[in-house]
């Protein structure tokens, strides 16, 4: 080692960063690479160690050190590199609480380095985390010296950080610290004048740094100071209002931009200066979001009949404004700012006239009626204010929207539509199918992997997230190809290894790889679906000698437990991987999906039972568990030439189970007597959760033992619903003799939040509704292979199962095509139980609809639940897609209004959601199709009864929605019943009478 670096290295680990910077600035140029090479080796001790022994690291707390070496000798490359960052704990400010002269040691390594990167390096470790932007006067020093460029993205993020040199500051005035701020700017005109209209220019987190005063005290932010600024004169009031009307226009956060609102609001601005303002305003309008051009809208309440207001000019932008379905309200107030101006000025009618007519394509009710309004009135003035040109132009174009309307806006408007005519035919009326049955041909045969080129591509999208698809080919390619393997296979793993583990395999050799490989220890945090794969990966890649999936263990991870089907899934890939060890026979597994989206096809399981028997194996009972919940049963020709091939099967156990489930859909079954052997029963220890999932310790059922349960599962993928008192021998459990059909209700929940640090609220109380499910006290299954009753009797307290379901549910759900019931219940359970706002929540609820756009049996209520939920979930595109599944589940006859409208009218009469996120949303979907249209119908017509006497907030959206889709059917006794109890009152009796008197 050469004595400079030997001298750095001591320096490094032992003396002061002040002799380290006397070091640095007497290398020689000759001395800069050596010394630049061993602080990236230093580094690497620091952030990619490797050896157990930390005490031959270099101490992470020196970090300060090695940071000032390379600002001394790296070029851009290593400058630039990710990992190249501010140490914590070393102070990068100039003012005078930055302790240790940090900053004084940085500058005279800059100043002597002068590192041409150094503008890049600050850019880069902003755009990084905006909170560690280095502080304004660090910048602004630095670019008056010439030691970096004056980049302006950079200077409005050290801008918007400014505040933040205050927090420390010993010498504040408790009560005067504003006043102390302003000082600061009112002395710093480079500051207001150069850079602080930057902040309008570039996107930054001037919306959430603020200045902490203390409790008793409201915090000092820029949108207290700016307006201040301005009353003073030291910022221009009229250029700061334009700078925030242009910064509107820019593609901004929304927070940034609702900042920008405020500014401008915060400068009380006067009608004057709103008409000063009016070409920005304008310009605002053409914004695509909702909350811009509802505050430019709003601005124009007081101006329409001032002398000075363009009305001329707006029109061009209301056009393109009144059919957005994200705006009603200011809308509203839109139409009715138009109707003071027509008193004022009646000449502008038939321009009105025609904007009142294109605002009745609007999807909204509300906005509709308020068009239909102004629009009457227009047309029906004692003194005509239309010509006749205008007034038959207008007339006609209210002739082509009339199906178009809503019952309120049709009845303002009746003198000028023309009579509907009686409909010629019946109109189509929604019934739910009854029955379904798979689609077993060769159009949705998934076509077995083809070859070895194959098989390696589909294994990077195995080892994806949310690919239960690609991981099953997968899975049968790695056994039907067994033999086919080239003999570098290994090799051609290696990519597909660093995708699993980057961050234990990168830049390793393969001696490495497989050393690191050997002692993996795949701990809980891999306890998923995916982590079950990368395990069968290492075993592949070591030619599976040695075994790795035995390995992952479905534990709990602080609170957050596994689902229990990864149980029988965890076995399935062990019997895969003992299939595929050396000396094996590398028969299929039985679960396989043969056709899409995951049947599996009767005469290939039978094929496959028979490979079986024909090689003197057994199969493995989770994979044929597996395989009967996937089991396309009741595809009639399919299941036809099944039946005839089981008479070459030699077990007769399976055969007769075979033959009861693949019988004739019509045909009147009973179960044979379900009796259990002696080990039937696996000894479960119902304290631990974990071994109710893992099944840690618990040799596999034999296939004789494993009978008794193979008919509770096939029973219940048979018949979901139905009651087989045959299985009450086995076990007194859920889903067994009985389905697993909980009750569910609506229950409001109170939390006591501490804030120690607030002494005027130390604490905060909140209180939200929650989606319940009833579940009785905790008890293991008696079989890990019941499928459908592995839920039922989970422990709930304090166990979140969301958290590590979220990259498994399309897998478990395509575990279960015939009965989903189950695991719906369990997500409902698990998702919706705490307060809304976790991503998670929405992820699982997304995933579940959208496995609900395939085709498949009718909604079951554990479905109509899920989608009642979906269709008021919190988030907008939740919703949307839930739309899309009701919408999809009526073309195949899936939907079943009642049980939806029931689901819904209970979630809303809970006060779960707002009446409003549904009553938006059905006029939009209302005329796509006579079934659908009759479909929401009947779901209005189970929803109604459901909600209280005492009117929910909206409900008249509702009703109105109501009126729009049941035209000419009689009205049920219950809802009758109750629209006679809100006809009482006042908000909607008019809709209400309306309902009664059709």
Partial sequence: MPAVVETFEQIARHQSLAVLVDFLLTLNKTDLLPVRQHTKQLYREVYEWRDEDESQRFPSERESHLFLAGLATYSKQEGLVRTFNVPWGFELGVTKHANAGHYDLFLAVVRHSRPGWLTAWF????????????????????????????????????????????????????????????????ADPVLLTRDLPLLFKFDTDVDGTYLYLGDDQESVTWLTLMPQLAASGHLNRAELGTRCLLAMHRNFRRSLLTWFKDVFLALKPTADEQLAHQAELLELMAHPLAQVVNFALDQFKGLWLLPGFDVEALFPYVDNLLTRSDLKTSLKALLSGFEKLTKARPELAPMLATRYAAALAHPDAGVQERAAKSLANLLGAKQALLNATATADTVATLQELGELLSTPARTLLALWLAPVPAPSITPESYVPRVGFVPDISEATAIKPVADWHELLFLTGQALQIDQPAAAERWLDGLLRLRGQYPADYA???????????????????????????????????????????????????????????????????????????????????????????????????????????????????????????????????????????????????????????????????????????????????????????????????????????????????????????????????????????????????????????????????????????????????????????????PAAPPSPLLLYSLHAQLPQKHHNYFWLSTEDVSFLLSLLPNNPAPLQWHLLRSCFRSIPGYSEQAIILSKQLHALLTDGPAYEESTSV?????????????????????????????????????????LLAGSYAPVLRLGDALPAVRGISPATDDALRQLLEALLPELPAAPLRNTAKLLAAYADFRREQPLPAVVQTRLLEWQAVNSLKKAATVLLNQ
């Fill in 123 to 186: 850019e880069r470790v902003a755009r990084n985390d905006t909170s560690d932007t280095a502080p304004y006067d660090v910048i602004r020093q630095l670019a008056e010296e010439g030691l970096i460029s004056p980049a302006p993205w950079l200077l409005a993020q050290a801008v918007a950080h400014w505040l933040q040199q205050f927090d420390h500051d010993e010498d504040r005035y408790p009560r005067e610290y504003e006043l102390h701020v302003l000082r600061q700017l009112h």
């Fill in 491 to 777: 090799t051609q793993l290696r990519p597909y290894l660093l995708q699993a583990f980057p961050w234990l395999l990168k830049g390793k050799t393969e001696a490495e790889t497989i050393e690191i490989l050997g002692a993996l220890d795949y701990g809980q945090h891999l306890a998923s679906r995916t982590g079950l794969l990368r395990a069968l990966l290492v075993s592949w890649y070591g030619g599976f000698t040695q075994l790795q999936v035995a390995r992952v263990e479905l534990q709990s991870v602080n609170y957050a437990y596994p689902d229990p089907l990864l149980g029988p899934a965890r076995q399935r890939l062990l019997a895969a991987e003992a299939r595929l060890a050396p000396g094996a026979v590398p028969l299929p597994m039985l679960s396989t999906p043969t056709h899409q989206p995951f049947w599996v096809a009767p005469t290939a399981l039978i094929s496959k039972l028979l490979a079986y028997e024909a090689a003197s194996q057994t199969p493995d009972a989770a994979d044929l568990a597996l395989a009967l919940g996937r089991l396309a049963w009741n595809a009639p020709t399919d299941a036809a030439t099944a039946r005839q091939q089981l008479a070459n099967l030699h077990h007769s156990g399976l055969r007769e189970l075979l033959a009861w489930l693949l019988a004739p859909s019509e045909a009147p079954l009973s179960l044979p007597p379900v009796k259990l052997s002696k080990k039937s029963q696996p000894k479960v220890a119902s304290g631990n959760f974990d071994q109710w999932v893992s099944n840690e310790g618990l040799a596999p059922l034999t296939l004789a033992d494993a009978l008794p349960w193979l008919w509770a599962v096939a029973a219940r993928t048979r018949s979901p619903h139905g009651i087989w008192t045959e299985l009450a021998a086995l076990a007194d459990y859920p889903g067994l003799a009985k389905p697993w059909r909980p009750d569910w209700g609506i229950a409001m929940r109170t939390e006591v939040i501490c804030q120690p640090y607030n002494q005027k609220q130390p604490e905060r109380v909140e209180q939200y509704e929650e989606l319940t499910i009833a579940t009785v006290a």
């Fill in 866 to 906: 899920l989608l009642a939920v979906g269709l008021l979930f919190d988030k907008p595109e939740a919703r949307a897609l839930a739309w899309e599944v009701l919408l999809a589940a009526v073309d195949t006859g899936r939907l079943v209004p009642v049980m939806l409208g029931q689901a819904l009218g209970r």
